[in-house]
Protein backbone atom coordinates (compact mmCIF):
# COMPACT_ATOMS: atom_id res chain seq x y z
CA UNK A 1 0.00 0.00 0.00
CA UNK A 2 1.25 3.26 -0.76
CA UNK A 3 4.40 1.90 -2.59
CA UNK A 4 6.39 4.59 -4.32
CA UNK A 5 9.17 3.64 -7.45
CA UNK A 6 11.12 6.07 -9.45
CA UNK A 7 9.00 7.38 -11.72
CA UNK A 8 5.98 6.19 -10.75
CA UNK A 9 3.28 7.84 -8.08
CA UNK A 10 2.30 6.46 -5.02
CA UNK A 11 -0.62 3.48 -4.94
CA UNK A 12 -2.85 2.76 -2.18
CA UNK A 13 -3.75 5.43 0.34
CA UNK A 14 -2.42 8.05 1.51
CA UNK A 15 -0.80 7.69 5.28
CA UNK A 16 -3.45 8.44 8.33
CA UNK A 17 -6.76 6.40 9.38
CA UNK A 18 -9.06 4.91 6.45
CA UNK A 19 -12.20 3.24 7.53
CA UNK A 20 -14.21 0.15 6.27
CA UNK A 21 -16.69 0.86 4.16
CA UNK A 22 -19.03 -1.96 4.89
CA UNK A 23 -21.80 -1.23 2.02
CA UNK A 24 -19.44 -2.19 0.00
CA UNK A 25 -17.11 -4.58 1.11
CA UNK A 26 -18.13 -8.56 1.50
CA UNK A 27 -16.49 -11.51 3.28
CA UNK A 28 -17.31 -14.35 0.36
CA UNK A 29 -16.70 -18.32 1.23
CA UNK A 30 -17.00 -21.31 -0.59
CA UNK A 31 -17.17 -24.26 0.85
CA UNK A 32 -17.65 -28.46 -0.53
CA UNK A 33 -21.40 -29.09 0.65
CA UNK A 34 -23.10 -32.34 0.71
CA UNK A 35 -19.64 -33.71 -0.74
CA UNK A 36 -20.10 -33.15 -4.33
CA UNK A 37 -21.21 -29.67 -4.84
CA UNK A 38 -19.87 -25.89 -3.98
CA UNK A 39 -22.01 -23.46 -2.14
CA UNK A 40 -21.13 -19.84 -1.55
CA UNK A 41 -22.22 -17.23 0.60
CA UNK A 42 -21.16 -13.95 2.47
CA UNK A 43 -20.66 -12.47 5.78
CA UNK A 44 -21.19 -8.76 5.07
CA UNK A 45 -21.71 -6.71 8.44
CA UNK A 46 -18.61 -5.30 9.49
CA UNK A 47 -16.52 -2.23 10.61
CA UNK A 48 -12.71 -1.68 11.14
CA UNK A 49 -10.10 0.54 10.19
CA UNK A 50 -6.97 0.57 8.64
CA UNK A 51 -4.19 3.02 9.82
CA UNK A 52 -1.80 3.59 6.39
CA UNK A 53 1.96 4.17 7.78
CA UNK A 54 4.32 6.51 6.19
CA UNK A 55 6.35 3.01 5.62
CA UNK A 56 3.25 0.85 4.46
CA UNK A 57 4.85 -2.49 6.06
CA UNK A 58 3.68 -0.91 9.26
CA UNK A 59 0.70 -0.59 8.31
CA UNK A 60 -2.31 -2.05 10.26
CA UNK A 61 -6.03 -3.53 9.88
CA UNK A 62 -8.41 -4.36 12.64
CA UNK A 63 -11.79 -5.58 11.54
CA UNK A 64 -14.95 -7.53 13.47
CA UNK A 65 -17.40 -9.12 11.39
CA UNK A 66 -21.03 -10.31 12.50
CA UNK A 67 -21.33 -13.83 12.73
CA UNK A 68 -25.24 -13.45 12.22
CA UNK A 69 -24.98 -11.45 8.82
CA UNK A 70 -23.99 -15.23 6.94
CA UNK A 71 -25.93 -15.24 3.73
CA UNK A 72 -26.13 -17.85 1.44
CA UNK A 73 -29.39 -17.01 0.00
CA UNK A 74 -30.86 -19.80 1.40
CA UNK A 75 -33.09 -19.34 5.04
CA UNK A 76 -33.04 -22.55 6.67
CA UNK A 77 -29.56 -23.32 5.56
CA UNK A 78 -28.44 -20.01 6.98
CA UNK A 79 -29.99 -20.69 9.98
CA UNK A 80 -28.56 -23.84 10.53
CA UNK A 81 -25.04 -22.13 9.90
CA UNK A 82 -25.80 -20.02 12.79
CA UNK A 83 -26.95 -22.88 15.02
CA UNK A 84 -24.52 -24.52 17.31
CA UNK A 85 -24.07 -27.09 14.96
CA UNK A 86 -21.49 -24.34 12.68
CA UNK A 87 -21.01 -20.61 14.12
CA UNK A 88 -22.77 -20.75 17.54
CA UNK A 89 -23.62 -17.14 16.86
CA UNK A 90 -25.29 -16.48 20.38
CA UNK A 91 -21.94 -17.81 21.83
CA UNK A 92 -19.72 -16.39 19.41
CA UNK A 93 -21.16 -13.51 17.93
CA UNK A 94 -17.91 -11.82 15.92
CA UNK A 95 -15.52 -12.64 14.01
CA UNK A 96 -12.10 -10.31 14.19
CA UNK A 97 -9.03 -10.05 12.00
CA UNK A 98 -6.21 -8.62 13.93
CA UNK A 99 -3.19 -7.60 11.34
CA UNK A 100 0.70 -8.77 12.23
CA UNK A 101 2.24 -7.57 9.32
CA UNK A 102 2.55 -6.83 5.58
CA UNK A 103 5.50 -7.81 3.09
CA UNK A 104 5.23 -6.96 -0.77
CA UNK A 105 4.58 -9.64 -3.10
CA UNK A 106 5.89 -10.63 -5.98
CA UNK A 107 6.81 -7.72 -8.54
CA UNK A 108 3.77 -5.91 -8.75
CA UNK A 109 3.63 -2.81 -7.58
CA UNK A 110 -0.07 -3.38 -6.33
CA UNK A 111 0.28 -6.78 -4.33
CA UNK A 112 1.11 -8.01 -1.08
CA UNK A 113 0.65 -10.15 1.73
CA UNK A 114 -0.45 -9.50 4.84
CA UNK A 115 -0.64 -11.63 8.27
CA UNK A 116 -2.86 -11.85 11.04
CA UNK A 117 -4.65 -13.63 13.42
CA UNK A 118 -8.37 -14.07 12.87
CA UNK A 119 -10.25 -14.98 15.83
CA UNK A 120 -13.03 -17.47 15.41
CA UNK A 121 -15.03 -19.26 17.24
CA UNK A 122 -13.19 -18.76 20.99
CA UNK A 123 -10.08 -19.96 18.65
CA UNK A 124 -7.66 -17.45 17.43
CA UNK A 125 -4.95 -18.58 14.85
CA UNK A 126 -2.36 -17.11 12.14
CA UNK A 127 -3.20 -16.48 8.79
CA UNK A 128 -2.21 -15.17 5.16
CA UNK A 129 -3.68 -12.90 3.18
CA UNK A 130 -2.62 -13.11 -0.39
CA UNK A 131 -3.69 -9.11 -1.48
CA UNK A 132 -3.73 -6.53 -3.90
CA UNK A 133 -4.64 -2.49 -4.32
CA UNK A 134 -7.09 -2.73 -7.02
CA UNK A 135 -7.99 1.40 -7.39
CA UNK A 136 -9.12 4.23 -6.02
CA UNK A 137 -12.72 6.82 -6.64
CA UNK A 138 -14.43 9.35 -5.11
CA UNK A 139 -17.39 8.74 -3.14
CA UNK A 140 -20.32 7.90 -5.40
CA UNK A 141 -22.32 10.21 -4.01
CA UNK A 142 -20.27 12.88 -2.73
CA UNK A 143 -17.21 13.62 -5.36
CA UNK A 144 -16.34 16.52 -3.61
CA UNK A 145 -15.33 15.51 -0.04
CA UNK A 146 -15.24 11.70 -0.15
CA UNK A 147 -12.68 9.49 -1.31
CA UNK A 148 -12.18 5.66 -1.46
CA UNK A 149 -10.05 2.61 -2.40
CA UNK A 150 -10.58 -0.73 -3.50
CA UNK A 151 -8.59 -3.88 -2.24
CA UNK A 152 -9.09 -7.66 -2.83
CA UNK A 153 -7.75 -10.49 -0.90
CA UNK A 154 -7.81 -14.24 -0.16
CA UNK A 155 -7.06 -17.13 2.03
CA UNK A 156 -8.03 -20.80 2.79
CA UNK A 157 -9.21 -21.92 6.69
CA UNK A 158 -9.94 -25.27 8.12
CA UNK A 159 -12.95 -25.14 9.88
CA UNK A 160 -11.77 -27.98 12.20
CA UNK A 161 -8.86 -25.74 13.05
CA UNK A 162 -11.48 -23.29 14.54
CA UNK A 163 -13.43 -25.83 16.33
CA UNK A 164 -15.92 -25.47 14.29
CA UNK A 165 -18.13 -28.86 13.18
CA UNK A 166 -19.21 -30.40 9.88
CA UNK A 167 -23.06 -31.42 10.55
CA UNK A 168 -22.33 -34.97 10.34
CA UNK A 169 -21.67 -37.95 7.99
CA UNK A 170 -23.77 -38.02 5.28
CA UNK A 171 -25.57 -41.16 4.06
CA UNK A 172 -23.79 -41.79 1.03
CA UNK A 173 -20.50 -40.78 2.11
CA UNK A 174 -18.38 -37.46 3.24
CA UNK A 175 -19.41 -34.89 5.33
CA UNK A 176 -21.88 -32.39 4.93
CA UNK A 177 -19.62 -29.53 4.99
CA UNK A 178 -15.85 -29.98 3.83
CA UNK A 179 -13.52 -28.42 6.28
CA UNK A 180 -11.74 -26.56 4.04
CA UNK A 181 -13.22 -23.04 3.11
CA UNK A 182 -11.81 -20.48 0.79
CA UNK A 183 -12.55 -17.05 1.96
CA UNK A 184 -12.24 -14.14 -1.11
CA UNK A 185 -12.16 -10.39 0.70
CA UNK A 186 -13.89 -7.51 -1.36
CA UNK A 187 -12.75 -4.48 0.41
CA UNK A 188 -13.57 -0.86 0.39
CA UNK A 189 -12.47 2.03 2.64
CA UNK A 190 -12.82 5.43 2.90
CA UNK A 191 -11.83 8.75 4.56
CA UNK A 192 -14.85 9.12 5.95
CA UNK A 193 -16.31 7.22 9.57
CA UNK A 194 -19.08 5.33 8.05
CA UNK A 195 -21.10 5.14 10.89
CA UNK A 196 -23.57 8.51 10.97
CA UNK A 197 -24.34 6.98 7.17
CA UNK A 198 -25.49 3.91 8.67
CA UNK A 199 -27.30 4.76 10.91
CA UNK A 200 -28.72 7.09 9.10
CA UNK A 201 -30.09 4.45 6.87
CA UNK A 202 -30.74 1.68 9.32
CA UNK A 203 -27.70 -0.41 8.27
CA UNK A 204 -26.26 -1.18 12.25
Known amino acids: MNQQSEG ?14 PLHSSLIFVAR ?23 PRDSTVDVAID ?6 GVRARDDHLRSPDFLDVERYPELRFT ?13 FT ?32 GY ?27 RLVGDEVDIVLEVRVQNHDPEPFLHQIGHV
Open 8 to 21: HNPVGPRPGTWHLD
Open 33 to 55: YLRFGRVQGTINKARGSVLVAED
Open 67 to 72: AASVNT
Open 99 to 111: STGLRERGRSRNA
Open 148 to 174: GHFFTGGTRIRLSDFGIGDGGELPWGG
Open 114 to 145: MSGDLALHDTTLPITLDCQWVGEAPHYGDHEN
